[in-house]
């Protein structure tokens, strides 16, 4: 009989596993080490979102560039007055807003009866689509009329624009200007005496009546 009790004691194991400590402390220790997995993770996203919207403010300013430089590059300067609209056209810029005719006119729809002329101005404002954020406002007025500088529909160039700066090169001096302004009546006025000069350095023809040399433009984005 007690060999029996014996040879039954071999095949019987203690009892074993986790006290409620240990079992506390291994849970509170996994739901440390989750918080900090998915802080890492919201970062990690926020970064991503952070980077892209960079990227895309700034690919929005080189366009805005690109399209202010080639609209400008087209600006002109007429002393012809319709027989039956006046139309007038003329160019007034400072340091922080521009307002001017040019050639960039694109029609949009076949056979409509458009011509190349508009008026277009640049400025920056506030657009209720982007309460938080300055914007890069393009005006665009066709067919140009009498009021220049007035009328016509505004769009957004580009969004996170926190300053934007025009500079004007006079020839004749040889030096940036923060302003630069020919108006209507003046070409009128010296169309006997000097046809208007588009991006001309002829120290003869008054700088009433001309366009700017160049123009310089910068932009400041918002990160």
Known sequence: MNKRCKRNSRFTSPQSGFSLIEVMIATALLGTMGGILVSMLWLTFDGQNAVRDTRNRLHAARVA????????????LSTHVD???RRQTFFDG?????DFTSLAHRRLVQDIKESDAVEIGYKLGKDRR??????????????????????GMEDVLAVGVHKMKFEYWDANDEDWDSDWSVDFEDIVDSKH????TTMGDDENVERKTMLPYRIR????VED
Do not use: C, H
């Not at 954020?133 to 009329?145: A, E, F, G, W, Y």
């Not at 433009?217 to 400041?220: A, E, G, H």
């Open 94 to 98: 400072d340091s922080e807003q521009i």
């Open 193 to 196: 005496n000097a046809a208007p």
């Open 65 to 76: 560039l690109n399209t202010m430089s080639r609209e400008l590059s087209m600006a002109f």
């Open 130 to 151: 982007y309460p938080n954020q300055s914007v890069l406002i393009r005006r665009q007025k066709t067919p140009i009329d009498d009021s220049p500088g007035k009328g």
């Open 217 to 220: 433009i910068s932009l400041v």
């Open 83 to 85: 027989e039956e609209e």
